[in-house]
């Protein structure tokens, strides 16, 4: 079956340890294309929660197939039904930074999201990863709750 994004995707994490909402941690969202590479959205939590809403999503697709013409292909729909939300490790979000250093130059706002990521909290938490199913043609709405623990 192909994807089926809802109107808005949420994302919530908590502390396992005391189910109190975790904030200012980067999380990403793996879209896996049927052709080419994948998409990877990234975004970092406000109040404990991440939300992908469906024009946020088109956009950066639209912005990887416009950047990276010869990598990506393909529409939201033509996605496969799986996608992967991860809470990003300390040493991944270091990663992030070094690829948006790359790039600075050459993609506006690049600077706002790199400041962003030098803030966040995750080298303090376990990564987590979860792989769900989005194939409901009735869900407007789709939350999500993921757990993790301080290390």
Known sequence: MTLIFPSK???????????FVT?????????????KNDYHISGITKDGTKTFGIKEVREEIDFHKNT??????????DCKED?????????DVDKAIEGHNLWKEAINNVQSKIEALRNVLNAN???????????????????????TTRL
């Open 83 to 91: 996608i992967k939300i991860e809470i990003l490790s300390g040493a």
């Open 68 to 77: 990276w013409l010869m990598d990506y292909t393909g529409e939201l729909e």
């Open 23 to 35: 904030d200012n941690l980067a999380v990403k969202l793996t879209l896996f294309a049927n052709k």
């Open 9 to 19: 995707l949420e994302v919530q994490i908590k502390d396992a340890s005391n189910n």
């Open 125 to 147: 938490y376990e990564p987590q990863a979860l792989t769900v199913k989005l194939n409901d043609p009735k869900a407007e709405e789709k939350s999500i709750i993921m757990k």
